[in-house]
């Protein structure tokens, strides 16, 4: 009798042993699957550039081979190109780390690359901005002001009576002469601040009203561009 018990618990634990070891074997085969992917470095068009590497179509329409680092543990990619000058956006997927799209040429761009694995999880690369060349120039406008804060729709305390506009500027040929800001409470805001050379602006609120700003940034040869319009809200 007690040669079988020990029989009978030797099996017992035999069968709980290889349970466990099928049960860890699956759960880390799924977590792998699993894995975040990491975000993309951007390589070309780069920064900040003209872009005159491109393949003219016509007149108006060139070519433009899009590159970037492989992301770890992304099986796929979408490449967001944003026209600055009309400010449309538009998604293009991609199995490698490259892309060629057909663009307008003479037109400012951004763009940044969104890595996505098997599952549901992305990780964004940072964004980038370039001139695709046109007829030979000898400027470019500068690229439109990004808009820094306050940020788009935030609601700010009641108690709040002073607004720090901020904005970044770039330009190709590094000559911007400086900004003029346009404020206040229409949603096409045309009251104009002044110029400025800083990247700041202090502005007066007041309570329960929505604002509208935007930057027209000039450079050194007259050029200009006007940036998106950005909103918030004095609660």
Avoid at 83 to 88: C, D, G, M, P
Avoid at 139 to 144: K, M, N, T, W
């Amino acid at each position: 009798m007690k040669r079988l018990l020990k029989h009978t618990l030797f099996l017992a634990c035999s069968m709980v042993v290889l349970f466990n070891c099928s049960g860890g074997d699956g759960g880390g085969s799924e977590g792998d699957q699993d894995n975040p992917p990491s975000a993309a470095t951007l390589q070309f068009p780069e920064q900040n550039s003209e872009c005159t590497d491109g393949t003219n179509i016509t007149d108006t329409k060139s070519t433009i081979s899009f590159d970037w680092s492989d992301a770890q543990n992304a099986t796929s990619y979408q490449l967001v190109l944003k026209n600055l000058a009309t400010q449309s956006t538009s998604t293009h997927n991609a199995n490698e780390s490259n892309l060629a799209l057909e663009i307008d040429r003479g037109t400012p761009f951004s763009w940044y690359i969104v890595s996505r694995n098997s599952g549901t999880q992305t990780a964004q690369s940072s964004t980038w901005k370039f001139y695709n060349a046109g007829d030979p120039e000898t400027s470019y406008a500068p690229f439109p002001a990004d808009l820094v804060s306050p940020e788009m729709g935030v609601g700010l305390p009641n108690t709040t009576t002073t607004v720090t506009l901020q904005w970044s500027g770039s330009d190709v040929d590094n000559d911007i002469e400086g900004y003029e800001v346009l404020f206040g409470t229409s949603n096409q805001p045309t009251n104009s601040l002044g110029n400025t050379t800083s990247t700041t602006k202090d502005v007066t609120v007041n309570t329960g009203n929505d604002y509208y700003w935007k930057i027209i940034t000039t450079d050194a040869e007259g050029n200009s561009s006007t940036s998106e319009i950005f909103q918030f809200k004095v609660k």
